[in-house]
């Protein structure tokens, strides 16, 4: 990597290369029950913008720049009321559009008609708010992606913010060794059930992989030896601009999606949609226990107002991430911090704000890693640079047939075949409901 690609994949506001390529599409915002009809506005940062969301007195989402467009006070004060929100300045008032309805301080009725508020498009589906911040008349189709096509009540939502760039943040998703170190590492072979998947996870530590462009992203397939004339795969998945499937579930039921949002250069927020019926990636050891610092919960502060105030970890940069030097040493847990995703949150936060790609190595552990990066590079200046659309953006459909997950096979199926086996063999609850 050179200074050139590191600074176009980790900038995102707006005029940058990475910007424009997720201005193209849909992002997931907010869950909808953080906005109440009425209720006090919510400060959302996206892509390096500072915004309000509110939910007007008929239930309609807006989503707009935080600055009253008169003198610029913040719309945060503002009184949500009546179908709009009025700043607290002058009184000028904004509906969910950003059309202005109101100018009280001023003799002229018709000055409003002159001023616009700069809103965003929003649509609200399954429980999560979805904002477009490209500059299309029309807004594209709304994604496809499996999980966000679940009704609410199937699927697990999950909002934690992480306090570095979304793509070190991202990576983690597609680096599949770590886990048998970073959340793994004191775990011996001898104390998995022998019949638990996991197990060659902790039995062999350094897998083969092979990589792929996908039509929507990129995928690789981790494998090891499973038995004689069996092999042990693990498959992940990268879909533009920045979602992930991860490996550590049983693929023919792992309906999850995971999107890495960026709030902006230096924060990220992680969204997370799970299947409510998947099974549980990880049983417990022959003891009957899970392996120490094992959780898949979410150890929350309470929610603040300020930009940086959502979804904040108890383990955070300031504090170390709580790191338990005795449990680490004696403990059973490699890490000594608690939590599968704060392990990795700890790792990847402790990058710094932007990883410094030029300090790194890249192994060839890393080949997913790297081919992603092309990925996101070729996408984004293709777009920039020739007005290409990203896949997924006018065709969403492509994103909605990709799956991850880790199985067993039979040693003789190629890698792409033992990918489409297990496809055919997934289980498909929309589509079984619709038939
Ligand atoms: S600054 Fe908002 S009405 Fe004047
Ligand atoms: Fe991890």
Redesign the pocket.
């Known amino acids: 990597m050179n200074r050139k690609d590191s600074e176009d994949l980790v900038r995102v506001g707006p005029g940058t290369v990475m910007g424009g390529l997720m201005r193209q599409y849909w992002l997931p915002a907010a869950m909808s029950s953080e906005l109440e009809p009425d209720g006090a506005p919510v400060r959302l940062l996206l892509l390096g913008e500072q915004l309000i969301a509110f939910r007007d007195s008929s239930g309609r989402v807006g989503v707009m720049d935080h600055r009253?467009p008169?003198?610029?006070?913040s719309l945060f004060l503002g009184r949500n009321e009546e179908n709009g929100i009025r700043?607290v300045?002058?009184?000028?008032k904004y509906d969910v559009a950003g059309n202005c309805v109101d100018t009280p301080n001023l003799a002229d009725p018709d000055f409003k008609n002159r001023i616009k508020a700069k809103a965003y498009r929003t649509v609200e589906r399954n429980g999560l708010v979805w904002v477009y911040m490209g500059a299309r008349k029309k807004a594209p189709p709304l994604p496809e992606i499996e999980a966000t096509l679940l009704p609410e009540s199937d699927v697990t939502i999950s909002f934690v913010q992480r306090e570095c760039n979304w793509l070190q943040a991202l990576e983690g998703d597609i680096d599949t060794s770590h886990f048998g170190f970073l959340h793994a590492g004191s775990v011996a072979p001898e104390d998995v059930p022998d019949d638990s998947l996991f197990w060659h996870t902790v039995a062999n530590r350094a897998p083969d992989y092979h990589v792929a462009d996908t039509e929507c992203g990129t995928m690789y397939a981790a494998y090891r030896e499973a038995a004689p004339s069996k092999t042990y795969w693990r498959f992940a998945n990268f879909m533009l601009p920045f979602w992930t499937q991860t490996p550590q579930g049983k693929f023919t039921e792992h309906l999850h999606n995971r999107a890495w949002v960026p709030m902006d250069d230096t924060h990220t927020m992680f969204v997370s949609l799970t299947w409510r019926r998947q099974p549980p990636s990880i049983g417990p050891m022959k003891n009957g226990r899970m392996m120490p610092g094992f959780t898949r919960a979410f150890d929350y502060l309470p929610n603040e107002s300020d930009w940086y105030g959502r979804w904040r970890l108890r383990g955070r940069p300031v504090n170390d991430w709580l790191v338990d030097r005795e449990a680490q040493k004696t403990g059973g847990n490699y890490t000594g911090i608690t939590g599968i995703h704060a392990q990795d949150q700890a790792v990847t936060e402790s990058m710094g704000a932007i990883t410094d790609h030029l300090f790194e190595h890249m192994a060839p552990s890393d080949r997913m890693i790297m081919a992603t990066r092309r990925r996101l590079l070729k996408a984004a200046r293709a777009l920039a640079k020739d007005k290409i659309v990203p896949p997924g953006v006018d065709d969403p459909a492509i994103m909605y047939p990709v799956r991850s997950g880790d199985f067993v096979a039979d040693a003789k199926l190629a890698w792409r075949q033992a990918y489409d086996r297990q496809m055919q063999a997934s289980v498909r609850p929309l589509q079984e409901a619709a038939e």
């Open positions: 009253c008169h003198r610029c006070a700043c300045y002058h009184g000028w």
